[in-house]
């Protein structure tokens, strides 16, 4: 395989990108994408919940602890490029908005 070269933008989500490709990941298979959905309060209404589960399937809730505020958490497998990623960002956050959600953050275990 040839020198994987790109060229993502200077903010969060592409100093993801930069560490992963320093990191050795291979972008030319598919992953599990992990999405993380904030909201201003805990629970999250029934609704929000159902609308996730419509789109993405199995949410997983983790509610606030001593370490932090709670989210809720889904799955896409695909591939991890940084329109895919920030696109659902934008989508879900949209969704999530009249509910006090936000989903800015994501993972991919390699």
Do not use: K
């Not at 993502?8 to 959905?37: I, K, M, Q, T």
């Not at 999250?44 to 199995?58: H, N």
Request: proline residues 6%.
């Amino acid at each position: 395989m040839g020198e994987f070269v790109a060229d993502w933008p200077d903010d969060a989500d592409g100093g993801v990108f930069h560490r992963l490709a320093s990191a050795g990941f291979d972008f030319s298979r598919e992953w599990s994408v992990d999405y993380n959905v904030d909201f201003e309060s805990w629970p999250p209404a029934d609704e929000a919940l159902d609308i996730l589960r419509s789109e993405y399937g199995e949410l997983t809730l983790f509610p606030p602890d001593a370490d932090g505020e709670g989210y809720v958490q889904f799955q896409i497998v695909g591939p991890v490029t940084y329109e895919r990623v920030t696109s659902v960002q934008r989508h879900v956050s949209s969704e999530m908005q009249p509910f006090g959600g936000v989903c800015e953050s994501w993972g991919v275990f390699h």
